[in-house]
């Protein structure tokens, strides 16, 4: 069935917010229609789902490789919500609570918070988000966190999308963020980039296999990484 709709967030929301979706077996997160949304003067194909079942899309790169930028973007356009891994730790170290201050040293040595905690923060704001397509950005970065995320919540990923980026792209876009991140100086990006080779590349890698993984080419403007980005999510349609 097609139907043409506007604006976006009505097509997303529900009058029905249970959590139970999260512990449906993934293989009954299939069920979706194609919608034609008019977004501007432009028209869409936009995978939306029959009931509240997740549409789950995990967005990996290395540090700097444009995760958060092209992140808001599909949330413009395609209405998604954008769960960014780090930015729940760190509102974990800004709201000082029990596990703050050990995200925090853990992230100043650009190493990995135990997935139980990582999974939680994910796994709660899932839970209480009315729109049920996910970007989750920066996450999984392990095999054990990508073991943890299918154990906890019960679901694999849709698709995966992959900013492939050189790094030294990466480490130039990191030392010239200006946000105050404790961890963007030199010697952090140069643990996180040895963290991103050994442990989040097998993860990408496994997607590889699985047929999920969207790659793109990260190097360009804002805009031409989007105009890969954009196909992967226009034209989504998975059968019932
Ligand atoms: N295509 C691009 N060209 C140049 N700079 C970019 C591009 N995309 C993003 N940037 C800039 O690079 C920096 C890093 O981008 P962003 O924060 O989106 O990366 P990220 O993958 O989320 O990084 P991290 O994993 O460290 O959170 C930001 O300052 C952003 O404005
Ligand atoms: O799943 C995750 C996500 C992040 N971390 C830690 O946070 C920093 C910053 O993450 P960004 O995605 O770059 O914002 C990362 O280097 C890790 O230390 C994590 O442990 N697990
Ligand atoms: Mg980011």
């Not at 130039?172 to 080779?197: A, P, S, Y």
């Not at 590889?208 to 360009?220: E, F, H, P, R």
Request: aromatic share 8%; charged share 25%.
């Amino acid at each position: 069935m097609r139907r043409c709709v506007a604006p976006l967030s009505p097509l997303i929301s529900s009058s029905s917010s249970s959590s139970s979706f999260l512990r449906q077996a993934p293989w009954r997160f299939n069920i979706w229609e194609s919608f034609t949304t008019v977004i501007g003067n432009r028209v869409y194909d936009l995978p939306v789902p029959e009931d509240n079942t997740p549409f789950i899309t995990f967005v990996l790169g290395g540090p700097g490789s444009g995760k958060g930028t092209q992140c808001e973007k599909i949330v413009e356009t395609f209405g998604f919500r954008h769960l960014s891994a780090g930015d729940l730790l760190r509102r974990e170290i800004a709201s000082k609570s029990k596990d703050g201050s050990m995200i925090l040293n853990i992230i100043k040595d650009g190493k990995i918070v135990p997935s139980e905690v990582t999974v939680k923060l994910i796994q709660r704001e899932m839970e209480s988000s009315d729109n049920h397509k996910f970007l989750i950005d920066g996450f999984p970065r392990s095999e054990e966190n990508r073991i943890a995320f299918e154990r906890i919540i019960g679901a694999e990923p849709n698709i995966v999308v992959f900013f492939d980026c050189p790094v030294e792209e990466m480490v130039k876009r990191v030392l010239n963020r200006n946000q105050g991140r404790v961890d963007d100086n030199i010697d952090t990006i140069r643990k996180r980039l040895k963290v991103f080779e050994a442990l989040s590349l097998p993860v990408i890698n496994y997607y590889s296999q699985k047929g999920k993984l969207y790659t793109i080419n990260a190097v360009g403007t804002e805009d031409e990484i989007f105009e890969q980005v954009r196909p992967i999510f226009a034209t989504l349609k998975v059968s019932k």
